[in-house]
């Protein structure tokens, strides 16, 4: 199986500013990875697919990016929001998820 | 609209069986594949079964394989979980999920299984 490692595992951001999460797969995925938040009581809800596509509704503060075979969220300009635990996803093979990162406000 | 809602939930005691149902509303279903889900409670996302639109390919996380069988009824609008010889080690938040451009795009809010006796 593709292991996910995902990072940070917790984050405090002020508002305003810039965040940054990234997952690194144990083997090369191209361009199979989602992006997904979960808030706090609530289903996990699609943020970017393949890699950089913006789902349907999502801000345009939430882009995604890839660098080898390093895979980035970033979100611009943190809003309130925001807050609640992000998950990367690879679709290569038998789906898996990275571990979460929790993101907070500073 | 798209909606996804599970049942058939609950506490059930280890090795019975439990059958859960997504019903899907909003969109042909017969045109995508579906996904179960699961998270135990405080814990992360573990994918654990998928099928394909018309039911030809099915797949299986290595944890469930040989105990739980997806199924879908297209007639229906319908997919389903048959879970035996359930563990403690399963319980958890059960979703269903579209599947859509490597992804999944749309959940539903998720069916609570307790394994526990």
């Known amino acids: 199986d593709i292991q996910m490692t995902q990072s940070p595992a917790s984050l405090s951001a002020s508002l305003e500013e810039i965040v940054t999460i990234t997952c690194q797969p144990s083997?090369?995925?191209?361009?199979?990875l989602s992006w997904y938040q979960q808030k706090p009581g609530k289903s996990p809800q699609l943020l970017i697919h393949?890699?950089?596509s913006l789902a349907d509704g999502v801000p345009s503060r939430f882009s995604g990016s890839r660098s080898g075979t390093q895979y980035s969220l970033k979100i611009n300009r943190l809003q309130v929001e925001d807050t609640g635990i992000y998950y990367c996803?690879?679709?290569?093979?038998?789906?898996?998820f990275g571990a979460g990162t929790k993101l907070e406000l500073k | 609209e798209v909606q996804l809602v599970e049942s058939g939930g609950g506490l059930v005691q280890p090795g019975r069986s439990l059958k859960l149902s997504c019903l899907a509303s909003?969109?042909?279903?017969?045109?995508?594949?579906m996904n179960w889900i699961r998270q135990a409670p405080g814990k992360g996302l573990e994918w654990v079964a998928s099928?394909?639109?018309?039911?030809?390919?099915?797949y299986y996380a290595d944890t469930v394989k040989g105990r739980f069988t997806i199924s879908r009824d297209n007639a229906k609008n319908t997919l389903y979980l048959q879970m035996t010889s359930l563990r403690s080690e399963d319980t958890a938040l059960y979703y269903c999920?579209?599947?859509?451009?490597?992804?999944?795009?749309?959940w539903g809010q998720g069916v609570m299984v307790t394994v526990s006796s």
């Open positions: 999920a579209r599947h859509r451009d490597n992804s999944f795009d749309y």
């Open positions: 909003g969109f042909t279903f017969s045109n995508y594949g």
């Open positions: 099928i394909s639109s018309s039911s030809s390919y099915i």
């Open positions: 083997q090369d995925i191209g361009n199979y």
């Open positions: 393949s890699a950089t």
């Open positions: 996803l690879q679709g290569y093979s038998a789906p898996t």
